[in-house]
């Protein structure tokens, strides 16, 4: 039996997509979890404001990325979510996971919880990512990489072009807001997040849950 769909407190698709923010630089993490802080408990952070004060604790000696303007590990980005929580009051808290595609799906249809995902492809291998029901793939890159996104919805039906069905669904920082979600098919999203590194393992999952206390 196929999963079936379900998406974040069962929002629609346009109201997700609310919660994203362009990117500029290797700063997808910040974005990602600026719109999980804001969907989960209501609280600002502009990306911008967590990318400089990413940078800046690094130069203090606490590394919440690899270097200023770097790439962010999946235990530096829980790391940082638990930072935040407690300099801001926030009722979350972070924790790294390597979880199974279908206990990943089973996340779109909770209330209290939301996942950071992180993908990874070699040279000339990236997975295609798509944006709305176009067909057009966005990840054009040639080089080895890895990309952070907020996993907010499963929808069997999706498609991105005539028989290439596309059923997970981010919150990606490649677009300003807009009104639709970043896609991936099963075969690509499956084989990136499931590529194996050293030190971080694979399907690495940061999972935020609302602590259900204001000062937790």
Known sequence: MGMKSASYRAMPENQLA???????????????????????????FDPVDLINESNRLWWQGRFFRVFPGWAVTPGMQARFINYLAKKHHLPVNAKLHHLNPEDLRNLA????????????????????????????NHNQSAKTGGHTMLFAAYDRLHQNG???HTPWGFINSWVQGGNALFWMTDHDFRNS????????????????????????
């Not at 919660?19 to 969907?39: E, P, R, Y």
């Not at 909770?110 to 057009?136: C, F, G, N, Q």
């Not at 999952?205 to 206390?213: F, M, P, Q």
């Open 18 to 44: 609310r919660f994203q923010t362009l990117q500029k630089g290797n700063d997808c993490t910040l974005h990602a979890i600026s719109a999980a802080l804001q969907m989960l408990c209501d609280a600002y």
């Open 109 to 136: 249809e909770a209330h209290d919880t939301i996942a950071l995902v992180t993908i990874y492809w070699l040279r000339k291998k990236a997975p295609a990512i798509y944006y709305a029901k176009s067909p057009k």
């Open 162 to 164: 005539p028989g290439r």
């Open 193 to 216: 997040w499931g590529m194996k590194l050293p030190l971080i393992g694979n399907h690495a999952t940061v999972i935020i849950k609302h602590s259900g206390n204001q000062d937790a």
